[in-house]
């Protein structure tokens, strides 16, 4: 397929999800059932980057950004998902699935396992059967190069759900946290700016297993920043939950103390 064509294809998606089948239900639908996605994949979020690069109306600048950003989203978690079905109904062909799809099994796919580990945290066998998924899985991909865990990694891995599945497993990170870790992974300052946008639009929140749409307002987000940056500065780690102690090196608090800034200029 030439170049030309597949531009066509490109803005011709873009349109359909962006204007007739705007919600992620519809694009999973779609992304699911069509057969040439996997060819397209790269050209199409290559082309929703250069039509934001080139578009001077800002508004449509955001929505093509962030058009590309939560679709990705949704089709890494179904090739996840997919490939985690492919497991589960053929457990004894772990190997050959892995021989077969090496590259798919990556640190996201591992932390994918693990994250649906702890989602049966009132199903024991369950969250059993799950970790015995994640061990098969590691010792079939030790035959191979580029591991993306090693086997420590793992030991903690099913360590941390031991524990937690002693534990109270419903405590929920806060919402702001969940944000925080989400932008500080956002390199592109525009890519950034959008999502900042899109936490800071009121709107129903939905989680799932691992798309989650999570908002908060400017004011919340810039306390919880300062509270970080704080117990940095003062050395009050004890005094920050489980899950913000994680953010107490320099390189992250500098990102903390840009996105406090931009915060500060564009929202409050």
């Known amino acids: 397929m030439d170049d030309g064509k597949m531009i066509r294809i490109c803005n011709k998606l873009i349109g359909v999800f962006m204007v007739d089948k705007p919600t992620s239900t519809d694009w999973r639908r779609l992304l699911t059932f069509s057969k040439e996605w996997n060819n397209i994949r790269p050209h199409f979020y290559t082309r929703c980057q250069d039509k934001a690069d080139s578009e001077s109306d800002p508004g449509m600048k955001h929505k093509l950004l962030r058009l590309a950003r939560k679709l990705k989203e949704v089709d890494e978690d179904i090739q ?38 702890e989602s049966y945290y ?77 936490a800071f639009t009121p709107g129903e929140e939905l989680q799932g297993m691992d798309v989650d749409c999570l908002c908060t307002t400017p004011e919340q987000l810039h306390t919880w920043i300062g509270t970080v940056i704080d117990a940095y500065k003062f050395s009050r780690e004890g005094t920050l939950i489980r899950e913000a102690r994680d953010m107490m090196n320099p390189k992250v608090i500098q990102k903390l103390e840009e996105l406090k800034k931009t915060i500060q200029d564009n929202f409050m």
Do not use: W
């Open 122 to 198: 009132g199903n024991p066998t369950g969250q059993n059967d799950m970790a015995s998924i994640l061990l098969k899985c590691q010792r079939a991909r030790d035959k191979f190069h580029s591991l993306c865990f090693s086997f420590f990694q793992v030991k903690d891995v099913l360590y941390h759900l031991y524990k937690t599945s002693r534990g109270n497993l419903q405590r929920l990170m806060p919402t702001e946290i969940r944000i925080l870790k989400y932008l500080l992974r956002i390199e592109d300052p525009e890519e950034r700016m959008s999502a900042l946008k899109d």
């Open 80 to 117: 996840r998902n997919e490939l985690l079905g492919a497991i589960r109904k053929s457990p004894s062909e772990v190997g050959e699935i892995v021989a077969r799809r090496r590259k798919d099994f990556t640190k996201e796919f591992f932390v994918h396992l693990h994250t649906v580990a």
